[in-house]
């Protein structure tokens, strides 16, 4: 076992799983804790991974039950455990404090140091000096403090700093690596740093910092934090190592030759733009108000009534619940729960196989609802974004193809491009 990640949100934990499977390395995402039956059904994986949603709970939530999650990545005795959070880093002291997930992960493992690696460049993003910096929609890079993420409804990412961003969050010492040296490393280490943050500029600087890492988990195994960079960073090292191969592996054969039915609960720009992109394109929406469904089971029944009669005759269907600012009041889990609940429905029982969830924390509550308990990944369809293929005991949701795609994540057309990969 090379690897093994707890990602906060299941958007976030499908791009790790992307970065591995997609570079060779035989990986499965399991949906909650896994039974020792449903890991006897992957027995040549070396990397393993749990899905959660901590990214929109309470510090109460992840004191009770992180340890226990924690203690189950560590009886694989992989020498790398990721806790993964989103590349924007958004957090608060009250929603998904990466802070305090850190001191849960650093009471269970024990490590040396916790390395703190956001920077990924694939996806745009940057750390300098400490600050994080990400690309817009229009291709623009930004201080994440002027970037859209600064107006996140419920984690606005106001804070560049991302020390000072954490010291908000924990009294964990956090010391920072510029130049990814192991003189410059030793150094804040002899400083008792407790936590090391890494900047990344580019993909050198990112390699160097998995080399570092690498090395110093064949000595003890480390508890780390970080976006999908860290796993993006550990990939050349371990090709150097020959650890694993240079090949990529090939595509799984798809099972879908029916319509794309799309789920929204995103009040991103970009997801915006995507969903107007695909209705000037021949896709099906239907808007959904939020509150109304909550308190309404005819208007659940309505959606779907129209979004089945949409699939049977071939259109693909696209259900949404914002195009522009939110209703705040009408967000959280509950609403992804229902959202979920409609999807499985469909699922079951019309001949839609491919379904596209859009917006982290709508995809983890939504998700749950399925009745699936592993993904594997089955072909690429943009950076960040894989297809993947369900494993579940339920007959009807065997093998389905899912695309879970965070809130910034995808060009312009990704909707058209996630239904023909």
């Not at 994080?132 to 859209?148: C, E, M, N, S």
């Not at 510029?178 to 407790?194: D, P, Y």
Request: proline share 6%; charged share 15%.
């Amino acid at each position: 076992m090379l690897y093994t990640f707890y990602g906060d949100d299941f958007t976030g934990s499908t791009d790790v799983l992307d970065q591995l499977a997609s570079n060779g390395v035989p990986s499965v995402l399991f949906l909650a804790e896994p039974t020792p039956e449903h890991c006897a059904r992957f027995p040549d994986v070396e990397a393993i991974g749990i899905a959660g949603d901590s990214r929109s709970r309470s510090p109460q939530w992840m004191t009770e039950n992180l340890p226990r999650i924690f203690a189950t990545l560590q009886s694989f005795r992989a020498p790398i455990n990721h806790y993964k959070v989103c590349s924007t880093f958004d957090s608060s002291p009250q929603h998904g404090s990466i802070g305090r997930a850190l001191e849960l992960g650093r009471e269970v493992f024990h490590p040396a140091f916790i390395p703190i690696v956001v920077a990924a460049p694939h996806l745009g993003r940057y750390v300098v000096n400490g600050e994080l910096f990400a690309v817009t929609l229009d291709g623009q890079i930004k201080r994440i403090d002027q970037h859209p993420m600064a107006n996140h409804p419920v984690t606005p990412m106001r804070e560049p700093d991302l020390r000072r961003h954490l010291a908000a969050q924990t009294s964990t010492s956090i010391g920072l690596v510029t130049n990814h040296t192991e003189t410059e490393l030793s150094l804040q280490l002899h400083g008792e740093a407790q936590a090391i943050l890494f900047d990344g500029a580019d993909e050198q600087a990112l390699a160097a910092t998995g080399e570092l890492l690498w090395s110093h988990a064949q000595q003890n195994p480390l508890f780390a934090v970080g976006s999908s960079g860290l796993t993006a960073a550990l990939i050349p090292a371990w090709r150097n190592a020959a650890l694993i191969a240079n090949r990529q592996p090939a595509p799984a054969q798809s099972q879908n030759s029916g319509p794309l039915l799309v789920v929204s609960g995103s009040c991103s720009p970009v997801t915006e733009g995507q969903i107007r992109w695909a209705l000037a394109n021949g896709f099906q929406g239907i808007a959904i108000d939020p509150a109304k469904l909550l308190e309404s089971a005819d208007e659940l029944d309505r959606i779907r009534t129209i979004t089945a009669d949409g699939l049977t005759t071939g259109k693909s269907v696209i259900l949404y619940t914002a195009l522009g600012p939110p209703d705040t009041s009408a967000c959280g889990d509950t609403l992804g729960q229902a959202l979920g609940r409609i999807l499985r429905h469909l699922l079951q029982t019309t001949n839609t196989r491919r379904a596209v969830l859009c917006g982290g924390d709508t995809a983890s509550h939504a998700i749950q609802q399925l009745g699936i308990y592993a993904f594997t990944w089955a072909a690429p369809v943009q950076t960040g974004a894989p297809l993947c293929q369900a494993h579940s005991d339920h007959p009807a949701l065997q093998g389905i193809e899912l695309v879970l795609k965070g809130g910034q994540v995808g060009t312009l057309d990704f909707l058209h491009v996630a239904h023909r990969a």
